[in-house]
């Protein structure tokens, strides 16, 4: 099984699947060029029709980001200022940002030690009369218990906006997440499970009122041109990352099953490794990482150690978003939220792109064992 290293092995490498359908999106890109049409349009309406269906939503809007999917998300449930919004701290930036955004307060919950997701049994005692939604968020690919949280959200009469920025074509129970909330949203950015060729995002939703909000919103306000009927943003889909999505979604299902087998191999080893914890392996879970747990301190070495053999590694995420810089005027103090901040010390996420070879793997596995010695 175990092998000695050969090549250097990236944390993600999108040069593999580039080369797999760099034909089909070099044919695709110059018919999109050849057309005229840039931004919006048929190309884009194509995208987002395949994208719902694929979600299993009525709607789906284009945008320009995750960051502007979760944006628009709050604006078109007119959350604002002086309203809660429940989240996690263990997640990027933008969940919590964006609720700043619009005027709103994000609260910290903390969360489960096993899936990295929100802990559903701290929702109830954080809800507050100003509390209007819940963002979940479904973090490296594995779902949120989705039947529990719409649940607790229903009987406190609370939005749910999901954040699928991580977890395209995740399921919880077979339903796929960005269906289950009021509002999904996608980021397409390129190392993501479904990327684009820059910048791109979407929002899922089966509620026509709030699609329709969405698509003035990302559109300057405007229903009509140059009639503003609300203050809007900028956040179109470009056509030419409309038609690599496109292209990209009918492989999506096959790339998420590659990222399982790579998940179900490292467990194999991972298991019988003496201070990791692998991740838990819930069955909807499409693998956007592979993060384990290092315990005593020892994480930032032997992440050290597999840099010295050419194994890249990621840490998602060092710090807890309650204890960032920006958040400090919200009065967390370190201590608050004590598993998102043992798992920002302690997890280490390994090489996880779906052309992964198994050698390559096996190159990683054997770098991690030794650099336990
Ligand atoms: C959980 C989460 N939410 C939101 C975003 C924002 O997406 P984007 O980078 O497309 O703005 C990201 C992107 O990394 C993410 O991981």
Redesign the pocket.
Known sequence: MWCKRVNSIPAFDLTQQYKLIGEEIGAKTLEVLASGYYINGSTVERFEQQFASYIGTTDCIGCN????A?YLALRALGIGAGDEVITTPF??I??ASMISAVGATPVFIDVDPQTFNLDLDQIAGAITPRTKAIIP?H?FGQPVDMARLTAIAQSHQLWVIE?A??AAGADWAGTKVGSFGHIGCF???PTKNLGACG?A?AITTNDGAIAARIRMLRNHGQQQRYSSEAIGINSRMDALQAAILSIKLNYLEGWNAQRRAIAERYDQVLRHLPGMTAPKALPGNVWHQYTLQIGGDRRDSIRQKLQTQGIGSMVYYPVPLHLQPVYEHLGYQSGRLPVAERLAQAVLSLPMFPELSQEQQEQVLYALKDSLI
């Open positions: 980001s995750g960051t502007d979760l997640t990027f933008s969940t968020v973090l954040d920025a991580q980021s397409f950015y910048d995002g």
